[in-house]
């Protein structure tokens, strides 16, 4: 409840803010544009290392989009295939990207694109061959760590 009341709350606030007159479908349709973002985007991970890893995930049209951010000050992007060594994994299931961007020189981005069936609650993004870490495994949602 306190989630849709946010959503109603953030389309007032678009609505008035754009000089609209805020109507009932208006707000209605505001609010539906601003559940959709909202359901969309899941939150962004960061994987460290020696290339420091940013992913951040979005669902589109029956694809999965991840847009990977590379940083590094040592290595070039140029070597890493993100499309030989990313992996989507849903629920037992390993998916190669069916489309994936390059990255170069020490500071990148490229998009990851996986085609599937329907939106994920949970799934993990499995990337290997990045420099020092043989293999990185993030997780949506993210686990808490252990005390």
Same mark, same amino acid.
């Given at each position: ?44 991970q960061t ?6 890893? %940013? ?58 694109w996986f ?5 994920? %609650? ?8 990045? $420099?020092?870490? $043989? ?5 949506? $949602? ?6």
């Open positions: 409840m306190i989630g849709r009341s946010l959503v109603s709350a953030a389309a007032l606030i678009l609505v008035t803010q754009a000089g609209i007159t805020p109507t009932p479908a208006r707000l209605r349709a505001a609010s539906a544009a601003a559940a959709t973002r909202q359901d969309t985007v899941y939150a962004k994987s460290k290392g020696e290339v420091t890893l %940013d992913l951040e995930p979005r669902w589109q049209d029956s694809v999965l989009v991840v847009e990977v951010t590379a940083d590094t000050h040592s290595v070039d992007l140029t070597g890493i295939d993100l499309g030989e060594s990313t992996r989507l994994i849903v629920a037992d299931s390993s998916i190669t990207p069916v489309e994936a961007g390059s990255l170069s020189g020490h500071h990148g981005s490229a998009e990851l085609r599937i069936a329907e939106r994920p %609650d949970r799934f993990a993004i499995e990337i290997r061959e990045v $420099p020092d870490v $043989p293999v990185r495994l993030l997780k949506w $949602p993210a686990e808490e760590p252990n005390p």
